[in-house]
């Protein structure tokens, strides 16, 4: 499975950008996926997952300001980010998980094989 993200910037605070995350290779049946950011020094945070049964889950830092969807025909990820602040500032990962259902079982760490695309950055300037 590979996966590679795009949609990366540099934009200002309260602006808008999407993430696209193109998975190809064969998966599990029942897969979830999600979106991780991290910045330099600090662990990798959880923002949003999607379960093979279409719900959702977000970190309370972007609940209500990003989106996460799906697009099965083009096997594509995306994350709508929104009202962007500088703490949003990070390099973001897109991620699949086989074996899992629900969005709480991906953002609650999936026991199935997982995989990981090389990053996009996002920069938020004030």
């Known amino acids: 499975v590979e996966l590679v993200e795009s949609g990366g910037g540099s934009v200002q605070a309260g602006g808008s950008l999407t993430l696209s995350c193109s998975k190809s290779?064969?998966?599990?049946?029942?897969?979830?996926m999600g979106w991780f950011r991290q910045v330099p020094e600090q662990g990798r945070e959880g923002v949003a997952f999607?379960?093979?049964?279409?719900?959702?889950t977000y970190s309370a830092s972007v609940k209500g300001r990003f989106t996460i969807t799906k697009d099965h025909g083009k096997d594509t990820l995306y994350l709508q980010m929104s009202d962007l602040k500088p703490g949003d500032t990070a390099m973001y990962y897109c991620a699949a998980f086989e074996k899992c259902v629900t969005a709480a079982q991906a953002s609650g760490g999936s026991t199935g094989m997982h995989y990981w695309g090389q990053g996009t950055q996002v920069t938020v300037s004030s």
């Open positions: 290779g064969v998966i599990y049946s029942t897969y979830c």
């Open positions: 999607i379960g093979s049964d279409e719900s959702t």
